[in-house]
Structure formats: C-alpha cells, structure tokens
C-alpha cells in the first residue's frame, strides 16, 4: 500500500519541464468544460438527461465541479496522478456512454453537422478530444507532474533530500 502511496507522490527528478505544457493543456480543457457544465444547460443538465443518466441534475453538477476542481489541480500540478486516474476513467465513461450510441445511429444528441454523421469515422472524428484527454492523462499518470509542480514543492523535494542522505 505504502508503494501505491508513494507513486502517486513521486515526482521524478528527470522529468522534463515541458511536461507543463501537457498538463495546461488537459487541465485547461477540464476546467473550461466543467464550467460550460454549469453556464449552458445543454452541456450540463440538459445533455445528462437526453443521455439517460439518472439523477441528471445531480450527476451534471457533481462532473461540472470535479471537472472545475480536477482541471485546476492538473494545471498546478497538485495531486496530479491520482486526478489523471480520475479523469482517464471520467473520459472512458463518457466515451462509452456517446459513442456508442452514434456509431448505432441511435445517438440521443443532435448529429454531427456534415457527413459522416453515424458509423465508425463519424465516432472517430467524435472522439478525437476524448482521446486527447484520455492521452494527456495517461501521459501524467505514467510520467508524473514534472518539477514545476506543487506536487514538486510539496513532495519532490522533500523526497530528494531525504534519499540523497541515505
């Protein structure tokens, strides 16, 4: 357990500082999305319950903060691996709970605009920013936040120190 703990505090020395941009670029659509949860009804409520989820209202408020919340923690680099974990099983809910319906032609929400519009390329071309949050977060679980990170200032470098007096 403690080893589990421990990973998802680590923050390699190695990690290059470009690793920023990856996770301003994941926590930043997190973020903007949450809110867009919140500001526009068919984001939020209205897209839960055309979706079928149960307690829409609920379950749209509770995504739109842990979005809000979880983007931020992304972009400052606090907790940075446990919230990538969150929202890589966020991003495989959401996927499973659209696209397949779309690639059915059985999609609750109004169509993609231009062809294709229901089938395999219409769920690929869908899917494209799932994907890339699904993959800036798998990034940021396996390489960690990168030094300019709190979880750097918090545990990094107390870790370091700690392991060099050994």
């Avoid at 991003?91 to 395999?120: F, H, N, Q």
């Avoid at 699904?134 to 918090?154: E, K, Q, R, T």
């Amino acid at each position: 357990m403690n080893q589990l703990f421990d990973f998802f505090l680590e923050v390699p020395e190695k990690t290059p500082k470009a690793v920023l941009l990856i996770r301003l670029m994941a926590g930043g659509v997190f973020f903007w999305e949450g809110i867009l949860k919140f500001v526009y009804t068919n984001q939020g409520v209205g897209r839960f319950t055309k979706l079928g989820f149960p307690f829409p209202a609920d379950l749209a408020t509770g995504i739109g903060c842990l979005e809000i919340v979880g983007g931020l923690l992304l972009i400052f680099g606090l907790c940075t691996r446990l919230i990538s974990l969150v929202f890589i099983g966020e991003m495989i809910v959401a996927i499973l709970s659209t696209k397949i319906s779309l690639y059915l032609g059985t999609y609750p929400l109004p169509l993609p605009p231009a062809p294709p519009t229901v089938g395999i390329w219409a769920v690929l071309h869908e899917i494209r920013s799932d994907y890339a949050q699904i993959m800036c977060s798998a990034f940021l679980l396996a390489v960690g936040p990168g030094m300019l990170s709190l979880d750097w200032n918090l545990f990094g470098a107390k870790k370091a120190t700690t392991y060099s007096k050994k």
